[in-house]
């Protein structure tokens, strides 16, 4: 078993920084990510807003890894979510639901409203393999270096979405689609309103993983 914990502090307030995080699919940092959809929300009486999704993401394997240790090449996601607006926090809990015999992933976010009008991310996940065959160790060591790789570009996701919302924010102008496109992101477009983009669902088209 191998564990990871990580913060950061983003210089933009928790709703801002929430609302990004919810949005970050689709991003140019995710072309693993193959769909995410809502299955369930829900009001809590004390006004939290429970939300669980589910999301498709390419899974890759290692040249070392036997083949057959996986079915296929994709894999299920749930996002279980909740988001305190009188606590100003959010918390989300993330686990694979297929190949953990060979690799599951529980991941545990927070995100906290700070003094100065910043947020504190905290990630923290455990990596288990029940492989066997002498792979447990080797399974866990590289989930744990992707894993790691895979929050620097989760995090550099969510800045590009933050970018977009300051944008939209500052300006009634209209923002095109390729902004999400890191190297023209000042790009700005008739194609799309702000509040379009903000509001409509979006489907990621098919890609490799990015790592």
Known sequence: MKFFSQSFLYDDPWPIVSLAFFLRYPNPYASHVLSCDVISREFTSSGSLLTTRL???????????????ISRSESWIIEESEVDPHGEVVRCLTRNLEHVKAMQIHENQTFRQLGEGKTLQTTEARIVSGFGWGLTKQIENYGLARFRKNVQRSREGVTLILDLIRQARQQPMTLSSSYLNPTSASRLTANRTSDQFLSEPHQVPEAGDPS
């Open 55 to 69: 999301i498709l993401k390419k899974a890759t394997l290692p040249r070392w890894a036997p083949k057959g240790i």
